[in-house]
């Protein structure tokens, strides 16, 4: 019998997407990971894993590290502004998939890291479960880059060349 994992990464692989099975390190509460990268204008890596002790389900989460330009110039913010940056990404995230754990690190103060984790519950996973997953992983990503990028803007601190849009 196929096992979770294998079904996965066939799966992700006759959809044509990057996959990389990398060993679990030595600690790590989980039995194995697969590292999906989802393509698109900006490239967004989610990593499947099942949970160590946990057949029944299914881990999807997605990691934003807030990058170095970005997080300038959020620290130029006051905290209040910060606070209602990082709570309003934690309101929409929310929204946008209620049943996923979120956490923004190391504080909404001071937002660094942002994880978004969905539960698939194996009774339930399909390939089609696995696919609207990873679609919704890419839309949060999207999400958070446009709520930090709005936010920004609204503060006069960051300006995009403007892109010529074709219809």
């Not at 946008?96 to 504080?107: E, H």
């Amino acid at each position: 019998m196929e096992s979770g994992r294998d079904k996965i990464l066939s799966w992700l692989t006759e959809e044509g997407l990057e996959v990389r099975v990398e060993p679990v390190p030595p600690g790590v509460p989980v039995e194995w990971v697969v590292f999906v990268q989802i393509p698109g204008v900006v490239k967004v890596n989610v990593a499947i894993q099942q949970p160590r002790g946990r057949v029944d389900v299914i881990a999807i989460s997605l990691g934003v590290m807030i990058g170095p330009e970005h997080r300038e110039l959020i620290m130029r913010l006051g905290r209040e502004d910060r606070l209602i940056l990082a709570s309003g990404i934690l309101r929409d995230l929310i929204m946008v998939c209620s049943d996923c754990a979120i956490a923004i690190q190391p504080s909404l103060e001071d937002p660094q890291f942002i994880n978004v984790t969905k539960l698939v519950y194996a009774s339930s996973l399909s390939r089609e479960s696995l696919m609207s997953v990873l679609r919704l992983m890419t839309n949060i990503f999207t999400l958070i880059v446009t709520d930090i990028n709005s936010s920004l803007v609204a503060k006069g601190l960051y300006r995009r060349p403007s892109e010529s849009m074709v219809m």
